[in-house]
């Protein structure tokens, strides 16, 4: 289950220049959907995975664990901009919470329409938006103040200049809307940007209702490959083994690791 910024960050698609893959991946299309063609209904994922009433293994490996890599990559004092560009599986804040402040504005990036009217929800608090007090109540425990859950909420709202669809298939993935270069985010980066990414290794495939969905088949060789290979070089990486039950999510590793932009490649 691939959360923040995804392996999908590096596939080469239709004809976009920005988005940059590892080839030698491994999906099985024939047994499983595909997470970035085929709609996820946000709230049977948000009650797998997020809800703060699900195994605690499996909380911890999809809201603790990343939540705490990416703290104690911010700490480094290497993330930092202007912009901060989101883009993950599902209408999912809770990555953001430990994330934000290091950057002025925030854009959140959704694959379908549903998401993009659920992070609206959440965004607008709306009373039938998920609940995410209790990942915000980690990242206070995390800044040392338990009790400002709400208000680090609330600061990540200020800071959300758009919620948009996006579709990767398209030259322009946000068209009608043009997005500048970010700070920090999966394939507009600048030079000197920041990609931060919570997927797995030797994956699977991971459960949303009935449904199986692909993930990105890759060890750690694969990953620093292809950074490599993509300018970018990696300065943080936080890795901890899976827990879960197999029957709901299939991988053997979960990671958060964080890389610059060190150079422009030929997107050939």
Known sequence: MSKLIDIYSLLPLSNNPGIVTLH??????STCKNYQTDDIMADQLYATYFSPTVDKNLLN???????????????????????????STGATPYQLFTLYKCFKKVIILEANDCCVEDSQKWLNKH???????????????LEGNSDNGEGIEDDLRSRVEQVLRCNFNKENPTDPFILQKADCVISLYITGGRLIM?????????????HKFNIANMN????????GDKGLSIDYLEVMD????????????????????????DAN
């Not at 899976?242 to 060190?262: E, L, M, R």
Request: proline share 4%; charged share 25%; aromatic share 10%.
């Open 198 to 210: 919570i997927d797995t290794f030797d994956g699977v495939y991971f459960t949303v209702g009935e």
């Open 127 to 141: 009373p039938g938006a998920y609940h995410w007090g209790h990942a915000a109540k980690i990242a206070a425990e």
């Open 24 to 29: 030698h991946i491994e999906m099985d299309p």
């Open 61 to 87: 490996e999809a809201i603790t664990f990343p939540m705490t890599a990416i703290h104690n990559y911010c700490k480094t004092g290497l993330v930092k901009g202007e912009v901060l560009v989101d883009i």
């Open 242 to 265: 899976s827990k879960i039950p197999n029957d709901v999510a299939h991988y053997g590793q979960i990671f958060c690791v964080g890389a610059v932009k060190t150079k422009e490649v």
């Open 220 to 227: 750690e060789k694969d990953l620093r490959q292809v950074m």
